[in-house]
């Protein structure tokens, strides 16, 4: 498994802090990207949490999501949440070890009550101490948080004193690309309100390891009831056990939210977002447990579109970190159609740079710390298909492509509905659910070739 190394420099650890003028949260940042360019330690908040308890058992399942793996639990896993400001709200972000659950946690400006929130991503440092000082915040006293060191303490401490080395695997960053890819198609399908929400969440399974299950629910009035096969309307739900991190916001829950795509005849990913005052926090599961989101293939088309790289560099300069990013208003700004926009918006999250909110229907301008690139580098459909348009492997034959490969053949055809088909055991398998095969994105790649050549 590819990876590489991820280092966290912060001015000291995070800590909940108490003194005469009650209880603060201090959350130490490290290596942000803002406005005005990089910071080592940036500070995006001073201010007060209006719902202090809520806001600390929300923190506190961000951080378990990305402590825990769902899949070949005794694997340790450590990743320190990603934090990204965005001017009217903070939003905190979290991958599970096994790239299986995505975790986010969104204070929106009900939920804060202090200075004007900044721009910019980075790193929060979590740790047992801040962990077990957030377990003790209740829901009556006020509770002051600092997202970054002010300026002060930034010039009256010597350097970093905090520092952490914790491995990056490369399907991480491909998990959190294929989450928005993926978030993008999900509609809201249920919504409960709090009863039921506390219901049916206490009676989901707290482990499941190798023998987790995927099963499927059914909007049913105002609750949700099991169903054991995909029916019409229900909402998959993969490895329930995997949902065990909203248990600690219950008691603060306002309602549940289910989003998932408009239809589904097998497993399929899905997202469940608890309402808290002022806050969203949600977690959005993979369509199994022992199967990450890297593997999903949604960003490929997108990557191996023709001319999508300077599509990508153009709309990353009209970015400017607001929360929700409307892609017909980036395509009056470009001069690019709407679908290119969205292709280049794809493109970037490969990069962390684009997020999807369920709640808004919307994308959002987030930097995470990875190389631009760096996901098509390390994606082996892709770089076998490149490889295989360069070596003249792919003939085409009108509405036919032939793909040879040694003294392997396989056919890809396109349908009445215009989506591609290939003869391969992969595309057999899984029918385009994780999206295109090696050979079908080599015949894409030939045929823009030649349509570029034509013009």
């Known amino acids: 498994m590819t990876q590489a190394v991820q280092t966290y420099a912060y001015l000291r650890s995070s800590a909940v802090q108490e003194s005469t003028a009650g209880r603060s949260l201090a959350l130490e940042t490290s290596g942000g990207a803002g406005p005005l360019g990089t910071a080592a330690n940036p500070r995006f908040f001073s201010g007060f949490l209006t719902s202090p308890g809520a806001a600390a058992a929300a923190l506190l399942a961000v951080a378990d999501v990305a402590a825990a793996r769902y899949y070949q639990p005794l694997l340790r896993a450590s990743l320190d949440p990603v934090v990204t400001a965005g001017g009217d709200r903070l939003r905190f972000e979290s991958f599970s070890g096994c790239c299986g659950v995505h975790a986010r946690l969104d204070v929106l400006a009900d939920g804060l009550d202090g200075d004007d929130v900044g721009y910019g991503t980075t790193n929060v440092d979590v740790n047992n101490p801040l962990r077990e000082g957030l377990s003790r915040i209740g829901t009556g006293e006020p509770l002051h948080m600092a997202v970054g060191p002010d300026a002060l303490e930034v010039t009256t401490l010597d350097g970093p004193v905090v520092e952490k080395k914790v491995p990056l695997p490369d399907r991480w960053l491909r998990g959190f690309a294929e989450t928005q890819v993926l978030a993008a198609g999900f509609d809201l399908r249920a919504e409960l309100p709090a009863a039921e929400a506390v219901r049916f969440l206490r009676s989901l399974p707290r482990s499941g390891g190798r023998g987790s299950t995927v099963g499927w629910v ?161 994606n082996p459909r892709l770089r076998a298909a490149r490889a295989m348009a360069a070596a003249g492997a792919v003939r085409l034959e009108g509405a036919t492509a032939v793909v040879t490969v040694d003294d392997h053949v396989q056919r890809v055809r396109t349908g009445a509905d215009g989506q591609l088909g290939c003869t391969c055991l992969w595309w057999a398998k899984y029918r385009g659910g994780r999206g295109p095969c090696k050979h079908v994105l080599a015949v894409g790649l030939v045929r823009a070739e030649q349509a570029e050549g034509v013009r």
């Open 218 to 378: 059914v909007p049913a009035g105002r609750a949700l009831r099991p169903t054991s096969r995909p029916v019409p309307g229900a909402v998959c739900l993969p490895g329930p056990e995997r949902l065990v991190a909203l248990q600690r916001v219950l008691r603060h829950a306002l309602a549940l939210r289910v989003y998932g795509p408009a239809r589904a005849d097998g497993p399929a990913a899905s997202a469940w977002e608890v309402v808290l005052p002022g806050m969203r926090l949600t977690l959005t599961l993979s369509p199994d447990a022992s199967r990450g989101f890297s593997g999903e293939g949604g960003v490929l088309t997108a990557l191996a579109a023709e001319g999508s790289a300077e599509d990508a560099e153009l709309i990353a300069t009209l970015l400017a970190w607001e929360p929700r990013i409307d892609p017909a208003e980036l395509a009056e700004q470009s001069g690019l159609p709407v679908a290119r926009v969205r292709a280049a918006l794809t493109r970037l999250g490969t990069a962390g740079q684009i997020g999807y909110d369920f709640a808004d229907a919307a994308y959002f301008h987030r930097r995470l710390p990875y190389e631009a690139g760096r996901a098509e580098v390390h």
